[in-house]
């Protein structure tokens, strides 16, 4: 069965202070797997994209990796403005593009 | 160009009411999902179209859950009779159908069943 799984579920970082989020997977036919940025009342908000393993791709604070078995979401510096809802997903080619997510990371960061 | 519009954004009803959430689709984009958001369950996949038609719709949790795409641009999903476990935030999105990449979500409609 298709899965993507995140850890941490939640995750408390002082300002400054560097993480990274895990997502793993086990979905065949995979065709991109994905993060997203979710506010509080928000629906989610695309953020990378990750075709092949060993691509990186880099945004302000953020960069995602990707391996045939997982990927991360480095978090450098984190400012308060970071904290939000983390989802992980994944493009399975099922005749159409489905898409399934991972259950997400709480993340906080404080002042 | 507007995004995704969904609506009602919150609606509150009662056990056995029927419940319709409406989706209208970025111009231009032919594939949309919904799905539905709880904290014991993430986001779940309930069905997915491409072109009006419905590719996948195993995620639809029974009989009482329906969905249409009476046209290119607009969705429905239809909850009759509504129950108290049916409670959630209701997200469509949607994505050109030649293209792989990211989907974009509407800002929801957040459903109470008392």
């Known amino acids: ?111 | 160009d507007a995004g995704v519009i969904q609506s009602p954004r919150h609606e509150v009803t009662e056990m056995g009411q029927e419940v319709t959430l409406r989706c209208k689709l970025i111009s231009g984009h032919n594939s949309l999902f919904w799905y539905r958001q709880t904290m014991m369950r993430g986001l779940e996949l309930l069905i997915y179209f491409n072109n009006n038609v419905p590719i996948d719709d195993s995620g639809m949790p029974e009989d009482r859950f329906s969905a249409k795409m009476p046209n290119a641009s607009f969705s429905t999903l239809k909850i009759q009779p509504s129950e108290p476990r049916d409670s959630a935030v209701y997200f469509c999105a949607s994505r050109d159908i030649g293209y792989t990449g990211e989907l974009f979500f509407g800002e929801g409609s957040r459903l109470t069943v008392l």
């Open chain 1, 1 to 111: 069965e298709d899965q993507v799984t995140q850890s941490p579920e939640a995750l408390r970082l002082q300002e400054g202070e560097s993480s990274s989020l895990n997502c793993s997977y086990t979905v065949s036919g995979l065709r991109g797997l994905f993060w997203y940025r979710q506010d509080p009342g928000k629906g989610p908000e695309f953020l990378f994209t990750l075709y092949s393993a060993g691509e990186e791709k880099e945004k302000e604070r953020l960069k995602a990796t990707l391996t045939k078995k997982e990927s991360f979401l480095h978090i450098t510096a984190p400012k308060p403005e970071d904290s939000a809802t983390y989802l992980c997903a994944a493009n399975r080619n099922t005749g159409g593009f489905k898409t399934i997510f991972g259950a997400g990371t709480r993340l906080f960061v404080k002042a």
